[in-house]
């Protein structure tokens, strides 16, 4: 996988499964990211560790997404308003949850339909957070409804 074309989104790894996190550029996916790892230091999440940030490596691989870093960006996440930081990072982790930030479509109540995507060929879960929505919230409700399906 290394030296695959990236992706622009970040991603968490949130117990078992990572949040992939995508949206246009000042959508929030470094913020949410941030938000992420810290529900987890305040005991909100059991735990998350960010695994990258702003480019990712997607592969499909036995019916999984499998997200890991570039490696020129391993560990770093960008903190609007104090720049680049080093984080502690996990080097890869399969994909349980996308989350769509600035979706043109955030339903109320979505479909089962508008609830999954397909990214490389493997259905995920999937979120759609409006613009001015909280994205944490969506999250730590799914997590609090979902957590042990993904």
Known sequence: ??????VH?????VGARAVLI???SGAGKSRLALALIEA?????LPFARLVADDRVELEACHGRLVVRAPQTLAGLIEVRGVGIRRAPYEP???????????AAVAQR???AVSQSV???GVLIHRLAVAA?????LAVLAFFGTAASNI
């Not at 996988?1 to 990236?6: H, I, L, W």
């Open 118 to 120: 397909t990214v490389g």
């Open 92 to 102: 890869v982790a399969l994909v349980g949850l996308v989350v769509d930030l600035s």
């Open 9 to 13: 989104a970040s991603a968490v790894l």
């Open 22 to 24: 995508r949206g246009p």
């Open 109 to 111: 109540s979505p479909s």
């Open 1 to 6: 996988m290394a030296g695959s074309p990236t």
């Open 132 to 136: 001015r929505a909280d994205p944490l």
């Open 40 to 44: 987890a230091r305040s005991g909100l």
